[in-house]
């Protein structure tokens, strides 16, 4: 299991947050930050809220 999962939100078949909640409904341990362009104050309480240890909005890619 990876200790460290870096997520984007905008994913081809499915969105980030469905991932993060399948982590938590599963009792997955893995530290999970978020990275997207698509971000809004509002959303990045809300997965905070759902167990994201932090929230990074850059419109380039890759993040430094």
Do not use: C, R, Y
């Not at 460290?4 to 499915?14: A, F, G, V």
């Not at 999970?32 to 419109?59: M, P, R």
Request: glycine content about 4%; proline content about 5%; cysteine-free.
């Amino acid at each position: 299991m990876p200790s460290l999962i870096i997520l984007d939100l905008k994913l081809p078949d499915m969105e980030g947050e469905e991932i993060l909640d399948w982590l938590n409904e599963n009792q997955i341990s893995t530290s999970v930050i978020i990275a997207t362009a698509h971000g809004s104050v509002d959303l990045a309480v809300q997965l905070l809220n759902k167990g994201a240890k932090d929230f990074l909005e850059s419109l380039l890619k890759p993040i430094d």
